[in-house]
């Protein structure tokens, strides 16, 4: 005879959902009845970093690794001034009329504030627009599993900073020579910040200090769009030209720091890895960590909110699938589509 799903212990049921790595499973598990849903608690503690949804609106939510939409509602203001400047470990950080700078975790809800932009210097506010100031915002960790985590911004291209939790203001490095810095990725507590040129500035909130990297043959970056990140030991630069006329994978040229000689390199295959680029938020994963995701591949986004702007690249055969039949849904707080990998902790 066999047993009700109700009434099997609640070891046995605590065990299963162990072995669910996927958050959407874990979700659905808890659905199955009222006794699965109080035998394992609400927040799991066991998952694996999970693979990046897209936002396409401030509700919908592109899974590209199970094409399907899921709906959140983000407790979002309605006003045109509050905007989602990006996202990192899975917050999302959430500039509100124009001043306050709020991360949110759209998953649990939790909410934490940074100090207010009004907490820089005069020299630093004066003639910076609000669609310009705040760049890009990154974290040193989850806010959620580490209390003494960081925040490092760019501000207007020109200017690096930081704060700490319980920081009342910002705090800014002391970086010489007139750089225009795009773009930044943190690594075992410290802070990547790469310019238009390919310079590196590697910024340690622990001072603060900043060594700055010069590169010993040039890269002219000016004309292109470009984002960081780690792939394991690897610091990656995907570069886009938004050209006319050009396949979507001419546009993408990928670089690979090369510590030793100091030099970007451009490399032709992620191996085992996959990429997840936008202007906002970008992510590297291997897919032995997901089985069932291919391998090499770029899922990419820019701030160009067209529907030919969002896809997947395979480098192995350079073909591209491109995710047009998605409802794109222009949302003034949202402004592009972001990268954002679900973190229920």
Same mark, same amino acid.
């Given at each position: ?126 003639? !910076? +627009?609000? /669609? ?7 974290? *040193?960790? #989850?806010? =959620?599993?580490? &209390? ?121 295959? !992620? +191996?085992? /890895? ?7 938020? *970008?992510? #590297?994963? =291997?897919?032995? &960590? ?56």
């Amino acid at each position: 005879m066999g047993v009700e799903r109700a009434e099997l212990p609640q070891e046995i049921i605590e065990l299963i959902s162990k072995r669910l790595t996927i958050y959407s499973d874990y979700l659905r598990f808890r659905c199955v009845c009222r006794t699965w849903n109080s035998c394992v608690p609400k927040t799991p503690l066991h998952l694996p970093p999970q693979l990046p949804w897209l936002i396409l609106s401030h509700n919908s939510f592109f899974d590209p690794s199970t094409h399907k939409i899921h709906h959140l509602n983000l407790p979002l203001s309605a006003s045109p001034r509050t905007s989602i400047c990006g996202s990192s470990f899975g917050w999302l950080v959430i500039l509100h009329q124009i001043s306050e700078v709020l991360l949110l975790n759209p998953i649990t809800h939790v909410s934490l504030f940074l100090p207010s932009l009004y907490t820089f210097p005069k020299f630093v506010r004066e003639g !910076l +627009g609000y /669609n310009l100031f705040l760049n890009k915002v990154v974290l *040193s960790s #989850s806010p =959620s599993l580490c &209390d003494d985590f960081a925040a490092f911004v760019i501000l207007n291209c020109r200017q690096l900073a930081f704060c700490r939790k319980g920081y009342d203001s910002w705090v800014l490095f002391n970086v010489n020579g007139n750089h225009l810095w795009v773009d930044v990725v943190s690594k075992n507590g410290l802070f990547y910040v790469v310019s238009t040129k390919g310079m590196i500035a590697v910024c340690d909130v622990e001072g603060p200090r900043v060594s700055i990297i010069e590169m010993t043959s040039s890269v002219n970056l000016s004309k292109e769009t470009f984002c960081v990140m780690f792939s394991g030991e690897d610091m990656l630069l995907v570069s886009q030209r938004l050209l006319q006329g050009v396949s979507h994978r001419e546009r993408f040229r990928i670089l690979k720091m090369d510590w030793n000689m100091l030099n970007w390199k451009e490399i032709h295959t !992620l +191996g085992e /890895n996959m990429l997840f680029v936008g202007s906002r938020s *970008s992510v #590297s994963f =291997s897919t032995v &960590d997901f089985g069932g995701c291919p391998p090499n591949r770029i899922y990419f986004t820019n701030n160009v909110f067209r529907k030919d702007n969002l896809g997947i690249i395979s480098l192995s055969d350079e073909s591209v699938e491109l995710l047009a039949h998605y409802t794109l849904t222009y949302d003034v707080r949202l402004g592009c589509p972001i990268w954002l990998t679900p973190n229920p902790q």
